[in-house]
């Protein structure tokens, strides 16, 4: 069980297109999601945090209207990249937290990634 | 905020026994979380350490002092698949999502 999936796990695209990715909770629902980006050989950096029904919550230095998030249901995130330019070129793996879980608790399934290559 | 400090790379040579340590800085802790990643992947989860003490799963270990703000990962009998990247982690002040240390490197040779 816990399972989350993300769509597509690989994506290639032109300078000033816009590319969705997807976050879904398979098995359970997630009432809030995360978005992580990383860079090769670095960490993974919290873009944002995503409540169902309900705005993003970004991290400082993220551009909220480059990065659109929506949750619109309780088993889907997705993250919008809007005009990509090549230094968005990067890995971004999303996780969810279940329905119920209490504040603290490091109970976080993750996404297997995807991969963003814009030329 | 939350800061991590670990090793950026470690080497050993299989079978044997390798200690990664973390410092954090938080505001707020619930507790320390470890993440191995391989190449192109997912991060996986390890462990979690909300209180002091060793916590084993197999040949993995890790440890916590909340005194020292101060832990460590203990990955015995070392294996070739160990080769990955590892990274200690907190939740952050909300105690919903993870902040991770910059990880360390481990490269396992035979």
Redesign the interface.
């Known amino acids: 069980g816990a399972v989350v999936s993300q769509h597509p796990s690989w994506v290639i695209c032109k300078s000033g297109t816009s590319v969705k990715i997807e976050c879904r909770s398979l098995d359970f629902q997630a009432t809030?999601m995360?978005w992580y980006r990383q860079f090769p050989?670095?960490?993974?950096?919290?873009m944002a945090?995503s409540n169902e029904g309900s705005k993003a919550t970004y991290e400082q230095g993220v551009e909220k209207d480059k990065f659109l998030i929506n949750h619109a249901s309780l088993t889907l995130s997705t993250l919008t990249v809007t005009s990509a330019h090549p230094e968005d070129s990067s890995?971004y793996?999303c996780?969810a937290?279940a329905r119920g879980q209490g504040?603290?608790?490091?109970t976080?399934y993750?996404?297997?990634?995807t991969?963003l290559t814009v030329l | 905020g939350q800061s991590l400090e670990q090793p950026s790379e470690v080497t050993a040579v299989e079978g044997a026994i390798v200690q990664i340590n973390c410092t954090y800085q938080t505001s707020g802790f619930y507790g320390l979380s470890w993440y191995q990643q391989h190449d192109g992947g997912a991060p996986t989860f390890l462990s979690y350490n909300a209180l002091d003490g060793l916590e084993e799963t197999g040949r993995f270990s890790s440890f916590l002092s909340r005194s020292d703000s101060y832990g460590y990962l203990l990955l015995q009998e070392l294996q070739m698949k160990d080769s990955a990247s590892y990274f200690c982690a907190v939740l952050n002040q909300a105690g919903t999502a993870l902040i991770f240390g910059k990880g360390t490197t481990l490269s396992v040779s035979s």
């Open positions: 809030t995360f050989k670095q960490s993974l950096m919290l945090t890995f793996i996780s937290r504040v603290g608790k490091d976080q993750f996404g297997p990634g991969r």
